[in-house]
């Protein structure tokens, strides 16, 4: 478990280009070496009392992005748990993207378990604004987060592109999974969004949203091939049985009707070289 700092406004600041894995024990060699579920690798914004929330972190991770020096893709983060961001204070950016603000830049965001994390307005977990081009989101998970309004997963003020990812007990009045603002714009492929309070996928003002290929409760008007039965959960909440732990396993079951049932062309290339083999363009 890794702390950014002893203060509030203490986070992991990505810089530009560098590319930053988790998932190792430390005896390996080569990156397809790391094992994520066994070696896992936590980002933690509880750096005061456990007991207390409103001493952690406004943001456990953000970027050094700037708006004439934003980050680009060849920023990266893999393979991580991002869990105690609190940002709780209703002033400017302290009150958004509690577990990632991101902010003008689009770093590349991959493997990544958002757990227990709460924002007072836009993204318990991750909240992104400012940036031109698309935010991508692949191969990660959001459980338990939460926000007093819009979303305890993801707060879109932007642009953004959820692949492969799995939102579950994601909280917040405004919509509970992923909340897109007015003049926002997201697509989402081959992902699932199930028990979120508070609602799914919602859209505020003239936002635009596409979904395909993807399990939603209660459906998705702007969807196609959307899948609405219990995607079967190995345990959603863990051993435990809390929401918003390191325990959560959001794996599927055998049976799961989400299982194949994804559109292979839409699968992203390794742009995070995941396995270090340095080929970005495979799947």
């Not at 066994?38 to 929330?53: D, M, Q, R, Y």
């Not at 459980?143 to 819009?150: E, F, L, P, R, V």
Request: include cysteine.
């Amino acid at each position: 478990i890794y702390f950014p700092g002893t203060t509030r406004e203490a986070s992991f600041v990505l810089p530009h280009g560098v590319a930053v894995y988790g998932g190792f024990r430390g005896s390996e060699v080569f990156r397809n070496q790391r094992n994520l579920r066994a070696n896992l690798t936590v980002l933690s914004g509880e750096i005061g009392n456990p007991n207390i929330k409103t001493d952690n972190t406004y943001h456990v991770v953000t970027t050094a992005s700037t708006y004439q020096d934003p980050v680009d893709a060849t920023t990266i983060l893999d393979g991580f748990t991002i869990t105690g961001g609190h940002a709780n204070v209703e002033a400017g950016d302290t009150e958004k993207g509690g577990g990632f603000l991101n902010s003008f830049g689009t770093p590349t965001l991959v493997n990544l378990n958002f757990v227990g994390n709460y924002a007072l307005n836009h993204g318990g977990a991750l909240a992104t604004k400012s940036n031109v081009a698309p935010l991508m989101v692949v191969n990660c998970t959001f459980s338990g987060n939460q926000a007093t309004h819009n979303a305890g997963g993801i707060g879109n003020l932007s642009r953004l592109v959820v692949i492969n990812s799995a939102f579950t007990g994601n909280s917040g009045s405004n919509g509970g999974g992923i909340v897109n603002l007015s003049g926002s714009h997201a697509e989402i492929y081959n992902s699932i969004l199930w028990g979120n309070p508070g609602g799914q996928i919602a859209l505020q003002g003239d936002a635009v949203v596409t979904a395909t290929y993807s399990l939603v409760e209660g459906g998705f008007a702007w969807g196609e091939h959307i899948l609405t039965n219990d995607p079967l959960f190995v345990d959603a909440d863990g051993p435990d049985d809390v929401l918003g732990t390191l325990d959560d396993d959001l794996r599927l079951q055998a049976g799961s009707p989400a299982l194949d049932a994804g559109d292979n062309t839409q699968l992203p290339g390794d742009a995070a070289d995941s396995n270090g083999n340095g080929n970005n363009a495979e799947n």
